[in-house]
C-alpha cells in the first residue's frame, strides 16, 4: 500500500469514527431530542442500542491526535483552525457560545451568571465538533482537486523505500553508509518541513542542525522534538565525518528508527 492509499483508507476510519463521535455528543447534550430522531430508525432495542454507546470524552482525544497528524500532511493550512475548535484561547476573559470549545466540553463546563442564570454548556460544543468534522471531510476534496500536490506524499514513499535499504545495509554490516543514508532523507524532510512553515534558511549547504534550530526558533515543535533531532544529527555526524571513530550498529539502528518516527509525525 502507498502512502497516497493509506492516507485514503486512514481519513475515511477518521470520518466514520468522526460520524460516531457526532452521534454520541448529540445524544449526551440532547438526550430526548436524539431518541425522538433515532428510535424510529433503529432495527434494534433503543435500550440495547444507547448501552453500547460509549462516553465521547473516551474516544474523542485519540480521534483529535489522529485527525491533527492526518491535517499536517495533506491540509496544514487549515490545522490552526482544527485546533482553535478544541484549545481553550489564550486571551479568553469571558465564556460564551462562540467560544466555548471541546477542551471545555471534556471538562463538562458550564458557566452561569451572578444571579444563577445558565450562560452556556455543553451543548455548545456540538457545533465545534461539527466543524471539526467538516474540516476532516475537506481533505476528501484535496483528492479530487487538481491543486492537491502529491510531491511530499510521493517523497514519504520514496523515504520508506530508502529506509528499508538503510536497514538492510545495516543489518550486513555497512553502518556508515546505512547512516549517509538516512541522514540525506532526514535533511530533505526538515528541508520541506521548513518550506511548510515558510522557515527561511539563508544558509547555502544548510545542516541537520540547520533545520532543527530554526524550526525550533519558530516554534514549530517543542523542546523535547529539538533534542531528540540533535541526537539524530550527532549520529549522523558520526557517520559521515569522524572518521576515528566507527558507528556501532546499535547507533545505526536507533538513527533509522529516529528518523523513521520524524517523518512520520513532524510536518
Excluded at 489564550?90 to 444571579?115: A, W
Excluded at 468534522?133 to 523515504?159: C, G, H, M, N, P
Aim: hydrophobic share 35%; with cysteine.
Amino acid at each position: 500500500m502507498t502512502n497516497l492509499e493509506k492516507f485514503k483508507s486512514d481519513l475515511e476510519k477518521l470520518i466514520d469514527e468522526g460520524q460516531k463521535l457526532l452521534m454520541v455528543i448529540q445524544y449526551e447534550c440532547y438526550p430526548e431530542e436524539f431518541e425522538k430522531q433515532v428510535k424510529p430508525k433503529l432495527k434494534i432495542d433503543y435500550k440495547s442500542f444507547i448501552e453500547k454507546i460509549k462516553p465521547f470524552k473516551q474516544d474523542y482525544q485519540q480521534w483529535y491526535s489522529e485527525s491533527l497528524i492526518l491535517l499536517g500532511q495533506l491540509l496544514p493550512d487549515r490545522i490552526n483552525d482544527f485546533v482553535r475548535l478544541y484549545e481553550k484561547p489564550k486571551t479568553r476573559k469571558i465564556i460564551e457560545y462562540g467560544n466555548y470549545v471541546l477542551e471545555d466540553y471534556l471538562q463538562n463546563l458550564t458557566v452561569t451568571s451572578g444571579f444563577g442564570t445558565r450562560k452556556v454548556g455543553p451543548e455548545a460544543a456540538v457545533s465545534q465538533f461539527e466543524q471539526q468534522l467538516y474540516i476532516l471531510k475537506s481533505v476528501e476534496k484535496r483528492f479530487e482537486s487538481s491543486l492537491f500536490d502529491i510531491k511530499q506524499i510521493t517523497q514519504a514513499d520514496i523515504f520508506d523505500s530508502e529506509l528499508d535499504s538503510a536497514k538492510e545495509l545495516n543489518k550486513k554490516g555497512f553502518s556508515r553508509g546505512a547512516g549517509a543514508i538516512a541522514g540525506v532523507i532526514l535533511e530533505k524532510h526538515l528541508a520541506q518541513v521548513c518550506q511548510n512553515h515558510k522557515v527561511t534558511i539563508l544558509k547555502r549547504n544548510p545542516s541537520i542542525s540547520d533545520f532543527n534550530d530554526k524550526l525550533k526558533t519558530a516554534e514549530v515543535y517543542e523542546t523535547t522534538v529539538w533534542r531528540k533531532i540533535q541526537h539524530l544529527s550527532d549520529i549522523r555526524n558520526l557517520c559521515d565525518h569522524n572518521k576515528k571513530k566507527e558507528p556501532t550498529k546499535d547507533d545505526v539502528d536507533d538513527f533509522l528508527n529516529g528518523v523513521a518516527k520524524i517523518i512520520k509525525t513532524i510536518y
